[in-house]
């Protein structure tokens, strides 16, 4: 099963920008649909974007415009590229990894990061 850790969090201001990045272990990443979720304090982990194992990609409308998620199968890699941040994108993201298509919920995804917290002050 594919491991994943996620880097790249961190403290910046309304408007900042960020890039997570999600490094994968094992041989068999690029058949993976690569997704990002994210978990605010007191709120339920929601579904940020997703890229498939071919570059087709979903977004949530709340990041959409702003977040752009690209993967780089040679690396084994993922990542977030997170612009136009606001207060309300504070949460913890987690990297995920799906055999599915492009699947927007959890219970679709077989592994998981630890996270990274994403802290954007007003």
């Known amino acids: 099963q594919v491991q994943l850790v996620e880097s790249g969090g961190g403290l910046v201001q309304a408007g900042g920008s960020l890039r997570l990045s999600c490094a994968a272990s094992?041989?068999?990443?690029?058949?993976?649909?690569m997704g990002w979720f994210r978990q605010a304090p007191g709120k339920e982990r929601e579904f940020v974007a997703v890229?498939?194992?071919?570059?087709?990609?979903l977004y949530a409308d709340s990041v959409k415009g702003r977040f752009t998620i690209s993967r780089d199968n040679a690396k084994n890699t993922v990542w977030l590229h997170m612009n136009s941040l606001k207060p309300e994108d504070t949460a913890v993201y987690y990297c995920?990894?799906?055999?599915?298509?492009?699947?927007?919920?959890?219970?679709?995804?077989?592994?998981w990061g630890r996270g990274t917290q994403v802290t954007v002050s007003s």
């Open positions: 995920a990894a799906s055999v599915g298509v492009l699947p927007n919920t959890e219970t679709r995804y077989d592994a």
């Open positions: 094992g041989r068999t990443f690029s058949r993976y649909a």
């Open positions: 890229v498939s194992s071919i570059g087709g990609v």
